[in-house]
């Protein structure tokens, strides 16, 4: 598999549509430092799956002990910064910032991966609903799903207004 764009050796050829596409061959010959082991790729994604789940534990625990209250809101506020940053990383990584594919997958499959926290979501929603409080519940559906898309919406506008694409 080849790396090259625009004579820089990074992934010319990897599909626009999805950051976590597999690249095409590349026509032009990779950089000998351009090519990684495929075994490395999956420790790239398991370290950085480690880091995203350590700041998701940092971030969300020091939040929730901010705020008051049963809401959930450290978790809410890790989910949206996690769809804004893959919003954005999604949309640069695959257009005016192309970067090794073994890199883009360690950061958006791994490190953001390990982030956000759609499971622990689900699992606070029941808690709060079996808890009897119904209202803070569908808040948490509401403005997670809603502000969740909403930031990754305006991560991937920005980039676009940024750099043209």
């Known amino acids: 598999m080849g790396y090259g764009v625009r004579g820089t050796g990074y992934g010319e050829n990897s ?13 032009s010959p ?9 075994m490395t790729r999956w420790l790239l994604i398991f370290l950085g799956g480690g880091a995203g789940s350590l700041l998701r534990y940092a971030l969300a ?5 901010l705020s008051p209250g049963s809401f959930p809101l450290g978790t809410l506020i890790v989910n949206v910064a996690g769809c804004a940053a893959i919003g954005i990383l999604a949309s640069l990584f695959t257009g005016p910032v192309l970067i090794r594919d073994d ?9 953001l991966g390990g982030f956000t ?3 622990t979501f689900s699992w606070e929603t ?3 609903s079996n808890s009897g409080q119904m209202a ?6 509401l403005l997670s799903n809603g502000l969740g898309l909403a930031a990754a919406w305006l991560g991937n506008r920005a980039v676009v207004i940024f ?3």
């Open 61 to 65: 625990g020091l939040v929730q002990k």
């Open 163 to 165: 750099y043209g694409t």
């Open 30 to 38: 990779p950089s000998p430092l351009a090519i990684i082991p495929p």
């Open 15 to 27: 599909i626009r549509h999805s950051p976590f596409a597999i690249p095409f061959p590349s026509s």
């Open 117 to 119: 926290t759609f499971s």
């Open 126 to 128: 029941i808690a709060l």
């Open 136 to 141: 803070l519940a569908w808040a948490n559906i």
């Open 103 to 111: 890199y883009r997958f360690a950061i958006l499959v791994g490190i």
